[in-house]
């Protein structure tokens, strides 16, 4: 921890499972989706004032295109001010951080910060209805216990990052726990966090990367991030408009899940582009995963894994040793597990042995899109298929109807290729 601690103080200036979840939230992306579930699209995003004070530059908000007919009700997902990517920083505190020097932020405000050093935390710790927004302006931050961004009580945090500027944050030892705050990641927040910029913030972590109590949104930016844990971790949901991904996790890459409360732990995607490279799971949540837009590619043991994964659409380029997509009941509150793929373009390519392109323990729903397999078993589904539109291939062959490729489970079908089963001369009743 650092040695002096110095105080900052700003003066001055689809609905198949809405019995058992409602959830009000905002779809967007670069375009509106076309298809299947998300068809409904508003261009609209809740007020919220940009930076301190002002009005945002057009030019700097990411585009929006917002939809309501997926899983989610995505209508108030993101502010103006989340999406903003410019700092209005008319009347801002500007930090020039220095090594074994801690700074507290306890007023609400815009902060500007730069400087090289090891040994510092930036703790926010204001009342629960203000705003702070931490600009990193060459921002680098080395520690070796504690978090380089640690957020104590706040209504919303905002880590932005300025255009053409590298910012570093990492933790390169265990975690201590100053106080009881159980601070385990790099950038770790109790409260709502929100990522967004134009410049590029580079995260390394021995445990968790980024960790938001609450939500974590993310509009914009460029991200490289390295942890032993989960890459990016909330509580209560992920939300993704945009920005460039670069990820390596010794767990999850993105991991929604929260212990009090089985109906929260979502993730919302509907724009960027992500390289995820995973030991477990690539993305997880424990409720709904939602995918409206973006390019994904995704290295992991399970790829996409929720009680309810709809994919609306994007480019998603899969590789997994377990399952590409899994749908199983990490909810009580969600009922039947479900796969639903309504649109996008969906690569998934399976190791050899016991693994499962598409593992629905419940319900396997494709309306739309187009679905490219290689693997030896498609499908496992324990409830029921339905196919009535898009493209499947298997192996090189395009199905007509979707059939268990396991001895077990659903409709009990075998088939062969073109029923979606193991290709000729493959192994057949494999466990999913």
């Known amino acids: 921890m650092s040695a002096l601690d110095h105080?900052?103080?700003?003066?001055?200036g689809a609905?198949?499972?809405?019995?058992?979840?409602?959830?009000?939230?905002?779809a967007c992306g670069t375009s509106p989706a076309t298809s299947g579930a998300a068809q409904e699209t508003t261009e609209a995003a809740s007020a919220e004032p940009s930076g301190s004070g002002g009005e945002a530059d057009a030019a700097s908000v990411?585009?929006?295109?917002?939809?309501?007919?997926?899983?989610?009700?995505?209508?108030?997902?993101?502010?103006?001010?989340?999406?903003?990517?410019?700092?209005?920083?008319?009347?801002?505190?500007?930090?020039?951080?220095?090594?074994?020097?801690?700074?507290?932020?306890?007023?609400?405000?815009?902060?500007?910060?730069?400087?090289d050093v090891t040994d510092v935390t930036v703790t926010v710790n204001v009342a629960d209805t203000e705003k702070v927004q931490l600009v990193l302006d060459g921002a680098s931050i080395s520690n070796e216990d504690?978090?380089?961004?640690?957020?104590?009580?706040?209504?919303?945090?905002?880590?932005?990052?300025?255009?053409?500027?590298?910012?570093?944050?990492?933790?390169?030892?265990?975690?201590?726990?100053?106080?009881?705050t159980g601070a385990d990641a790099a950038i770790f927040s109790k409260d709502d966090l929100v990522l967004n910029g134009q410049g590029t913030l580079v995260v390394t972590s021995t445990d968790n990367g980024v960790?938001?109590?609450?939500?974590?949104?993310?509009?914009?930016?460029?991200?490289?991030?390295?942890?032993?844990?989960?890459?990016?971790?909330?509580?209560?949901?992920?939300?993704?408009?945009?920005?460039?991904?670069?990820?390596?996790?010794?767990?999850?890459?993105?991991?929604?899940?929260?212990?009090?409360?089985?109906?929260?732990?979502?993730?919302?995607?509907?724009?960027?582009?992500?390289?995820?490279a995973a030991s477990d799971d690539g993305i997880r949540a424990t409720t709904i995963l939602q995918i409206d837009g973006g390019s994904l590619?995704?290295?992991?043991?399970?790829?996409?894994?929720?009680?309810?994964?709809?994919?609306?659409?994007?480019?998603?380029?899969i590789s997994a040793s377990d399952d590409g997509i899994n749908a199983t009941s990490k909810s009580a509150s969600m009922g039947t597990p479900i796969i639903e793929i309504t649109g996008g373009d969906v690569t998934i390519t399976m190791a050899a042995g016991d693994t499962?392109?598409?593992?629905?323990?419940?319900?396997?729903?494709?309306?739309?899109?187009?679905?490219?397999?290689?693997?030896?078993?498609?499908?496992?589904?324990?409830?029921?298929?339905?196919?009535?539109?898009?493209t499947i291939r298997v192996n090189g062959e395009e199905v007509t109807s979707i059939a268990n490729s396991?001895?077990?489970?659903?409709d009990r079908g075998m088939g062969g290729p073109m029923g979606g089963g193991a290709p000729e001369g493959g192994p057949m009743g494999a466990q999913g």
Do not use: W
């Not at 590619?297 to 380029?317: K, R, W």
């Open 356 to 390: 499962d392109a598409l593992d629905a323990n419940g319900d396997l729903i494709v309306s739309g899109g187009t679905i490219d397999i290689s693997a030896q078993f498609a499908f496992d589904f324990d409830g029921s298929s339905s196919f009535t539109g898009g």
């Open 7 to 12: 105080t900052i103080v700003r003066l001055g």
């Open 62 to 115: 990411t585009a929006a295109n917002v939809t309501s007919g997926g899983a989610i009700d995505a209508t108030d997902l993101f502010t103006e001010r989340d999406l903003t990517q410019v700092a209005d920083t008319t009347d801002a505190t500007h930090l020039t951080l220095t090594s074994g020097e801690d700074v507290r932020i306890t007023e609400e405000g815009v902060y500007v910060i730069g400087g």
């Open 15 to 26: 609905g198949l499972l809405a019995a058992a979840l409602t959830i009000a939230l905002t």
């Open 406 to 410: 396991m001895m077990m489970g659903g």
């Open 297 to 317: 590619s995704i290295e992991a043991q399970e790829a996409l894994e929720a009680t309810y994964v709809q994919v609306n659409g994007g480019d998603i380029d």
């Open 211 to 276: 960790s938001s109590h609450d939500d974590l949104t993310i509009t914009g930016g460029t991200y490289v991030v390295s942890a032993t844990s989960d890459a990016l971790e909330a509580h209560d949901s992920i939300r993704i408009a945009d920005g460039s991904f670069d990820i390596t996790a010794g767990k999850d890459g993105l991991h929604a899940e929260n212990d009090d409360d089985d109906t929260l732990g979502y993730v919302y995607v509907c724009g960027g582009t992500f390289d995820i």
């Open 146 to 180: 504690a978090p380089a961004i640690c957020v104590i009580s706040a209504d919303k945090v905002f880590v932005t990052t300025v255009e053409g500027t590298t910012n570093v944050l990492e933790v390169t030892g265990a975690f201590v726990d100053d106080g009881g």
